[in-house]
């Protein structure tokens, strides 16, 4: 009988049955699609869940660079060769409470030899933000504006991590090689996806000679020493090309190297796959070997594959650094990480001007931050288990 | 089990002649070589007789021939101008830019270069062994995560800089000696105590440079494996007989774990040879490294082809060694003769 309580709740008349009730949890857990439970999983990886959000946010930032740096990427301050970061404070007692930084000057020491910087503690200068100044540029392509987040003072400069041997702004540079640094391992990964996504895949699924063909292949490819085939790879783009044409090379070459180990991980899927009722099902119904690959194998294995590329992208960050390190990689009018690095080549730099090796930063925190989310994302993948 | 390594031989073999062709494509891909830039460049100053230098040493190693033919002679499969002289028969070839027999060039840098690797590899045995071990015993406390921090610094940093790091704060903080295979005092002299101690005093830094990377992927691999054999029934069983915790880990499950570690010798050796060569550009140690990227750069065929070639062709001895330690240690491969597992 069910009785109505003065508050008119509902009151079931049967026991509460805990043992029913963690059932039905289970249940729906087990019924949830498979990407809620990969998703569940995932954000319980802390480091994966950060690292990503970290990647998206600078992903994102990309076509925005110039509003964030305080001055254009190339521009010279001949009066602030090798300026050492400029100390920029919240609080000081000439200025009080604010962002400011001070008038500094670089002088040429006659007895060093090395250029010196003296910062004038008595003189503050306030930091203007979200204004316009300086050069213009096109944000996105499509309007000319000189808007910035962060402008240098009115007669003083902002250098916040220096400048380099021809006074360009250390940080504003950094900010723009970010496009061409972060943008080489994605470029990179899509070749080698493409190529190891279908050696692989017709590896896999026909079988046969084919199957031991690519096996040679990838056989060989893994045995090459990888720097030095990219180095011979990257020393025979002609010398004239333009950066553009040489920045999707060098992606290009980074990802032709990489593709083995995705190709032999498709092909392993694939024979496994191969033998499930389904597609069976769907080949004796007459499905080409296109429709079952692509509408019922793919999705099997499609995750796995994203974990592993998302391995693979730092090997290229860093080889592209590596690369243009050395000079063979991408040529001066960019600007990459790798190659504001090449100016950090020998050890005088890092004793002398140690804030031009402040490109190790990104490079560490982006290659850190795709080896936890890939991380995560691979442990995420088996929500079963 | 000799059957078996001489079938590798022969695989071994076919791979490297894959190479070959390889190699020998992509140093072509740049048009010219060091001989037509230098015809090109004497042709502006007009040096009649330095043209015709150039030009008979181009007949001379039959670079005015079609690709193929040039790969041919190159190897030694198709007659040259002097007869059959490629490298089957032991002849590696000219470096115009040096003046000197590739032979001789590379055979200075060869003993440095296989040296060098040799105890990288070594050191990352040496150190990923105990660390992974470690780590997965002490799992998720704080030996852990220091092990893994190491790791992930290992694999974040690029290896030139921390070369570069390394070696300044190497030299500040300990003396360490900077850049350089050995001390100056003793180039070109006599192997003796000393001058094995300078060069191993030498290694200090590259090897460590070199090393990081690939330790921190084996000491990871060496844990997560150590931790599934740790789970099983028969580990429980060995402790509750009383088997000393130590024996109750090194006696088996480390052996179990131990397979996958050892077959990785074929992914960790060109990663090491790779890195070797970067690092010695930086810390200029007396490896083929270097003469490699001057080689590329002046398009000095013969040189930059051999050193590729003989590169690849370590990595694959690598390999080789690597399966076939294996095949000693897991009797499962050896006698169904084949390197099933082996990658």
């Keep these: 009988m069910t009785k109505i309580d003065p508050d008119r709740h509902f009151i079931a008349k049967d026991d509460y049955d805990e043992a029913a009730d963690l059932q039905a949890l289970d249940r729906a857990d087990l019924d949830a699609p498979t990407w809620v439970l990969i998703w569940r999983r995932f954000l319980r990886h802390k480091l994966g869940v950060v690292s990503g959000v970290y990647l998206l946010v600078i992903y994102l930032a990309l076509p925005f660079v110039d509003v964030l740096s305080p001055y254009h990427y190339a521009e010279r301050n001949e009066n602030h060769i090798y300026a050492p970061p400029q100390p920029v404070r919240l609080w000081s007692e000439a200025y009080g409470f604010g962002l400011h930084t001070f008038v500094t000057e670089e002088k040429f020491d006659v007895e060093t030899f090395q250029m010196g910087s003296i910062v004038d503690w008595s003189q503050p200068l306030k930091i203007p933000l979200f204004q316009s100044c300086g050069s213009t ?118 990802g032709l ?91 005088t730099v890092v004793e002398i001007y140690p804030w031009l090796l402040m490109p190790l930063v990104p490079v560490i925190m982006v290659v850190l931050a795709f080896s936890f989310l890939g991380d995560g994302l691979r442990d995420a993948l088996d929500p079963y288990s | 089990m000799l059957a078996y390594i001489l079938r590798r031989c022969v695989t071994m073999a076919g791979t490297l002649a894959v190479i070959s062709v390889l190699i020998f494509a992509i140093i072509n891909l740049p048009e010219g070589n060091y001989l037509t830039n230098q015809i ?79 105890v990288v590899v070594l050191f990352v045995y040496l150190t990923a062994l105990p660390l992974g071990a470690l780590a997965a015993v002490r799992a998720n406390t704080w030996i852990d995560y220091l092990a893994a921090l190491i790791g992930y610094i290992g694999l974040a940093t690029p290896n030139f800089l921390l070369a570069l790091v390394l070696m300044y704060y190497g030299n500040k903080a300990v003396g360490l000696p900077i850049g350089g ?85 074929g992914n960790l050796l060109p990663q090491l040879i790779s890195g070797s060569v970067l ?45 076939i330690l294996l095949a000693v240690v897991d009797p499962r491969i050896r006698l169904s003769g084949k390197a099933g597992g082996a990658r």
């Design chain 1, 137 to 254: 540029y096109h944000l996105l392509g499509l309007f000319e504006t000189s808007f910035r987040f962060i402008c240098p003072p009115k007669g003083g400069t902002l250098f916040i991590l220096g400048t380099d041997r021809l006074g360009r702004d250390v940080h504003s540079r950094i900010m723009h090689g970010a496009q061409l640094s972060l943008t080489v391992g994605l470029i990179g990964v899509a070749v080698s996806f493409a190529i190891g996504l279908v050696l692989g895949g017709m590896a896999g699924y026909f079988g046969g000679w084919i199957d031991s063909l690519t096996m040679r292949a990838i056989e060989i490819i893994r045995s090459l020493p990888e720097l030095p085939i990219w180095l011979a790879l990257a020393a025979a783009i002609p010398a004239n090309w333009g950066p553009v044409s040489v920045f999707f090379l060098i992606s290009i070459i980074l």
């Design chain 2, 40 to 118: 090109r460049e004497l042709m502006a100053t007009g040096e009649q007789g330095s043209i015709a230098k150039a030009q008979f040493l181009l007949a001379q190693y039959s670079l005015d021939r079609p690709l193929w033919e040039q790969y041919l002679v190159w190897v030694g499969l198709w007659p040259g101008p002097d007869g059959f002289s490629g490298m089957l028969q032991g002849n590696f070839g000219y470096s115009f830019e040096l003046d000197r027999q590739v032979y001789d060039v590379v055979a200075e840098a060869m003993w440095f270069t296989i040296g060098l690797n040799l």
């Design chain 2, 181 to 265: 295979g050995m001390a100056r005092e003793f180039i070109d002299q006599p192997m003796s105590l000393e001058k094995f101690g300078s060069i191993m005093l030498h290694m200090v830094a590259p090897v460590v440079v070199i090393g990081t990377a690939g330790m921190a992927g084996m000491m990871r691999r060496l844990r997560a494996n150590l931790l599934d054999e740790l789970g099983k029934p028969y580990v429980t069983t060995a402790a509750a007989k009383g088997v000393s915790p130590t024996r109750a880990v090194i006696k088996y499950p480390l052996r179990m774990a131990l397979n996958p570690f050892i077959a990785d010798i």
């Design chain 2, 279 to 323: 690092v010695s550009v930086v810390m200029s140690l007396p490896t083929i490294g270097p003469v490699l990227l001057s080689a590329l750069r002046s398009q000095d065929i013969f040189l930059s082809g051999f050193i590729l070639l003989f590169v690849s062709a370590l990595t694959l001895v690598g390999m080789l060694i690597s399966d």
């Design chain 1, 257 to 347: 190297l990489d593709w083995p180990g995705l190709a032999r991980a498709v092909r392993s899927k694939f024979l496994a796959l191969r033998e499930e009722d389904y597609v069976k099902a769907a080949e004796l119904m007459g499905a080409r070997p296109t429709r079952i690959i692509g509408a019922h194998m793919m999705p099997n294995f499609m995750s796995h594959l994203v974990a592993s590329a998302t391995l693979s992208i730092p090997a290229m960050i860093l080889g592209e650094t590596a690369l243009s390190f050395l000079g063979l990689g991408l040529r001066p009018p960019a600007v990459s990480w790798g190659l504001m690095l090449n100016d950090a080549l020998d050890l």
